[in-house]
């Protein structure tokens, strides 16, 4: 009676190339911090025009508030976005991009506006536009005025 079976020699040579194919299949699997960096921040901007809905930045005689309240802005700089968090259930995150604008301010009104920095009649008549760079690529944050919408291109 013959019995047909795998031998040795050929199980080892499927198991050598399942391990080639597995080692060039986790090659690709490298993180794009360009992408990554870039949802993050368009992240860190949704949540600031979150925050600033239905908070009231003025005083009943029209003025601005000027208690130091940054409620509904967000400072886009590296170093701000990076700061350790102040919940124990936030994530610390690293920024690896480069950002051209370096350092500028956005700040949202009780409707979800985008403002220049203050609430001083600087709503955004223009889209703003942040550009990353990461190891000779980039994309670019623009956001968009009135909506606040924010458009990722890459």
Do not use: W
């Not at 031998?7 to 198991?15: A, K, P």
């Not at 309240?69 to 919940?87: F, M, V, W, Y």
């Not at 370096?102 to 550009?131: E, V, W, Y």
Request: a neutral charge; glycine letters at 8%.
């Amino acid at each position: 009676m013959i019995k047909k079976a795998f031998t040795l020699i050929e199980l080892i040579f499927v198991i050598v190339i399942i391990g080639i194919m597995a080692g060039i299949a986790s090659s690709s699997f490298k993180t794009n911090y360009l992408l990554d960096d870039s949802n993050f921040i368009s992240l860190k901007i949704k949540n600031a025009q979150f925050l600033g809905i239905g908070y009231e930045h003025l005083n009943f005689d029209g003025g601005v508030i000027s208690n130091g309240d940054r409620t509904g802005c967000i400072h886009i700089k590296k170093s701000a976005l990076e700061e350790n968090a102040t919940n124990k259930n936030e994530m610390n995150y690293k920024l690896h991009v480069t950002l051209d604008p370096s350092d500028t301010t956005i700040c949202f009104d009780s409707k979800g506006r985008p403002h220049d920095g203050n609430f001083s009649g600087t709503l955004l008549t223009s889209a703003k536009t942040i550009n990353l760079k990461y190891a000779g690529k980039e994309n670019n944050l623009t956001i968009e005025p009135i909506t606040g919408y924010i458009i990722i291109t890459y």
